[in-house]
């Protein structure tokens, strides 16, 4: 699997970037930090163009590590930037947004789903 990791597409620390659902991305600084976009648990923001009550949420789990040993759920609610990040295998992680966006009367196709996140090496 150490193989495998070298040829995959890298993010910076510290800077936000882009995964689509499915991909895998490994630090450039640390190729221990792989991430995996795995899947979208839940989806429940308020579509554009309707009015709602709650605004909503939207639950992704990401697999850390090169061998997968460890998920961890980031939530993203609009407005509500605490509930967006988690910490794993000494990294802090921030779910900047989560795309595409639901419009009323338009079917999302999980497919074209794609998270911003931004990773931190915690500090002591």
Same mark, same amino acid.
């Given at each position: 699997?150490?193989?495998?990791?070298?040829?995959?597409?890298?993010?910076?620390?510290?800077?936000?970037?882009?995964?689509?659902?499915?991909?895998?991305?490994? *630090? +450039?600084?640390?190729?221990? #930090?792989?991430? =995996? %976009?795995?899947?979208?648990?839940?989806?429940?923001?308020?579509?554009? @163009? &309707?009015?709602?009550?709650?605004?909503?949420?939207?639950?992704?789990?990401?697999?850390?590590?090169?061998?997968?040993?460890?998920?961890?759920?980031?939530?993203?609610?609009?407005?509500?930037?605490? *509930? +967006?990040?988690?910490?794993? #295998?000494?990294? =802090? %992680?921030?779910?900047?947004?989560?795309?595409?966006?639901?419009?009323? @009367? &338009?079917?999302?196709?999980?497919?074209?789903?794609?998270?911003?996140?931004?990773?931190?090496?915690?500090?002591?």
């Amino acid at each position: 699997m150490a193989a495998q990791c070298e040829h995959l597409p890298t993010f910076q620390l510290e800077e936000p970037f882009t995964l689509k659902l499915g991909e895998q991305k490994m *630090a +450039s600084e640390d190729q221990a #930090m792989v991430l =995996h %976009f795995s899947r979208v648990k839940e989806d429940s923001r308020c579509p554009s @163009g &309707v009015n709602c009550v709650w605004e909503g949420e939207v639950v992704t789990e990401l697999i850390l590590g090169k061998l997968g040993v460890d998920t961890l759920d980031l939530t993203f609610r609009p407005g509500r930037e605490k *509930a +967006s990040v988690g910490r794993s #295998m000494g990294y =802090h %992680f921030r779910l900047i947004e989560v795309n595409p966006y639901p419009t009323k @009367g &338009v079917e999302l196709d999980s497919v074209n789903y794609n998270i911003v996140l931004e990773v931190k090496k915690e500090t002591e």
